[in-house]
């Protein structure tokens, strides 16, 4: 390890991590399902009185639904940093599926893992906005901040972002600064971190089929289902619609000029992802996923640049009729509902995009269906270049690991609003490890979870060093040239 922090700061936070666990544990505790509304409230207030004692000026913003906490840090640095956070967490699903309830936040051992906390949101993400409060508590009772913070943790991340992408709009100047980051645990099995420079968009859908008198079908309740004799079925119509938005072979989106606006990989991503394919380990991936296979068989560069840079359109449920498990009831149902994600890639528009899939739906017969859409936003991407991307390189790297470095991801988040708003170089990254995001017996690992405190320590002052030298015009490497360089010393 060659420390970028002072010595004392990663003494310290090794030696107080036992108390960072417990405050971990003590929100994993607190509820915080955005769906719901489930304990949002509480942990909103939980989330500004850590802010306070940072010794944070904290503020809400609500405009409807749940609050965003603002903390703003001015400790007369010459670098100042937005830091994203989330503090809402998906429904917990089958409760029969998880080997222990999924806010108690208990400690077991994961195979292959070790000792882990099993929580809804330990991964996602509020174990590691628990290791960003008390990382920076410990390095101010013994050092001070390099760098000043705006901090926003949002409460709506699973559902919208509504009032962190109005804030962020309403409040530009407030929020000037100089990069930002939106740090989690990016460690994959192999234990090997991630730089993130790029996230996909997300439009997410409610598409509903009811009977109709145009289309015909139940139009005020389910009936007897030997009507389906001369009785059209709204849930079969949903069935045949979705069918109409992929192929049925690769599941790849065919919607009418789907494509059309879709920005393939520029010459530098493509160069990112064939060095990046040097590292990536298809089998851990799908391990880690608890998948057998890919949809694809393709080489690892192929299968990384679909990942990346193409476009989804993916069922996450459907709901009609008669449910339960066990027993029989013999209905025709009057309506069914899917819920539908688009995951978009850069110059894709959420408006262009609802357009084409109406059009789509309306040419083949299905115009009557309803879209409800649900806070949407866009895809988002960084410098690789950037002051704050070899930060991020060099962090990682004086902490004995060499990151692999993605020029975008396959998930999202609101990262646009750096982009468009606040103009803003941007980068997701992290030492620890976590899986089983929105699925039962989420985990973080607890050894995991001390190297992203010590790591995010380390980050605050490799930022403060790099934009110290891009303030200057130093000469800055480039990704490629960062992972030459660490091949011809290891």
């Not at 010595?7 to 030696?15: K, L, N, S, W």
């Not at 996923?289 to 890919?294: D, I, L, Q, S, Y």
């Not at 606040?422 to 690992?445: F, K």
């Amino acid at each position: 390890m060659k420390p970028i922090a002072p010595p004392e700061v990663y003494r310290a936070i090794e030696q107080r991590f036992p108390e960072g666990l417990e405050k971990t544990r003590q929100l994993l505790r607190q509820p915080s399902v955005s769906a719901t509304g489930e304990g949002v409230a509480e942990c909103a207030e939980m989330v500004r009185s850590c802010l306070a004692e940072l010794g944070c000026k904290t503020e809400t913003f609500a405009k409807g639904g749940h609050p965003l906490v603002v903390g703003y840090l001015d400790v007369g640095a010459d670098t100042t940093l937005v830091e994203y956070e989330m503090y809402d967490v998906q429904p917990v699903g089958d409760l029969n599926a998880w080997r222990s309830p999924p806010f108690a936040a208990e400690i077991h051992d994961v195979e292959g893992v070790g000792p882990s906390v099993i929580a809804r949101g330990s991964t996602n993400s509020k174990g590691a906005l628990m290791g960003h409060l008390h990382a920076w508590k410990v390095l101010r009772d013994v050092d001070e901040l390099p760098v000043n913070l705006k901090i926003l943790a949002e409460g709506e991340e699973e559902i919208s972002s509504a009032n962190f992408i109005e804030y962020i709009r309403t409040h530009k100047p407030q929020l000037k600064a100089d990069g930002a980051i939106a740090n989690d645990y990016s460690e994959d099995l192999r234990g090997v971190p991630t730089v993130y420079l790029g996230v996909k968009g997300c439009l997410y859908l409610t598409i509903w089929s009811k009977g109709n008198k145009q289309k015909g079908g139940p139009m005020e309740s389910e009936i007897h289902s030997s009507n389906a004799v001369w009785i059209g079925s709204p849930v079969w119509r949903l069935i045949q619609a979705l069918d109409t938005l992929v192929d049925r072979k690769t599941q790849r989106p065919v919607v009418d000029g789907f494509w059309a606006d879709v920005r393939g990989p520029s010459k530098r991503d493509i160069e990112m992802v064939r060095e990046l394919s040097r590292k990536f380990d298809p089998k851990a991936w799908l391990k880690e996923e608890r998948t057998a296979k890919f949809k694809y068989d393709l080489p690892k560069d192929k299968l990384l640049l679909k990942y990346l840079f193409e476009p989804t359109i993916n069922i996450c449920g459907i709901y009609a009729g008669y449910i339960d498990h066990g027993g029989t009831k013999t209905i025709l149902p009057h309506q069914a509902y899917a819920k539908v994600d688009i995951r978009l890639v850069k110059d894709m528009t959420v408006e262009d995009t609802v357009r084409k899939l109406r059009a789509h739906l309306k040419k083949r017969g299905f115009g009557d269906l309803e879209i409800q859409i649900h806070g949407p936003y866009g895809a988002a991407k960084t410098d690789p270049d950037s002051w704050i991307a070899q930060a991020a390189v060099e962090a990682i790297r004086a902490h004995g690991k060499e990151p692999e470095v993605w020029p975008s991801s396959g998930g999202t988040m609101p990262a646009f609003a750096f982009d468009e708003y606040l103009r803003l170089p941007w980068v997701s990254t992290g030492l620890g490890h976590g899986s089983r995001a929105h699925a039962p017996n989420e985990y973080a690992s607890i050894d995991g979870m001390k190297r992203f405190m010590l790591g995010e320590a380390s980050l605050l002052y490799a930022a403060a060093q790099a934009h110290g030298r891009d303030s200057i015009d130093a000469p800055r490497r480039r990704p490629r040239e960062l992972y030459e360089k660490a091949r011809s010393t290891t």
